[in-house]
């Protein structure tokens, strides 16, 4: 019974070593000369210049949620076409109907002006 699971437990313990390998290959081989720009804190491509609790602009959270909605969207594409055929025309039916309201919202959202940046 457990003879089943050495494979699994062979996998992890080799990828366990391979990542500890590479950081301990890294840190003796690396060289290490920390200065000021190196310590700075740095996020999102420019330097901190305030508190990190300062507010941010709705238009960053509309992008991300499309993001979310057309990346679900690709996640439910997949299977609906693999099973395409068993399905019919109902299914067919079924995701275009789906892929019209994605549509709508995107268009909605569009003519917010969700999309335009500064």
Do not use: Q
């Not at 901190?48 to 238009?59: G, H, I």
């Not at 299914?91 to 549509?103: D, E, I, P, T």
């Amino acid at each position: 019974m457990l003879a089943n699971y050495f494979p699994i437990l062979l996998f992890i313990v080799v990828g366990l070593g391979v990542g500890a390998v590479a950081v301990s290959v890294g840190k003796v081989l690396a060289p290490h000369k920390p200065y000021d720009d190196k310590l700075a804190p740095y996020e999102c491509g420019f330097e901190a210049f305030e508190d990190s609790r300062m507010k941010f602009d709705v238009r960053y959270y509309l992008v991300a949620i499309l993001f979310i909605i057309f990346d679900l969207e690709i996640a439910f594409l997949f299977p609906w076409a693999i099973v395409l055929d068993e399905i019919g025309a109902f299914g067919f039916w079924a995701m275009m109907g789906f892929l019209a309201v994605l549509v709508v919202g995107f268009i909605y959202e569009w003519k917010k002006g969700a999309l335009e940046w500064e």
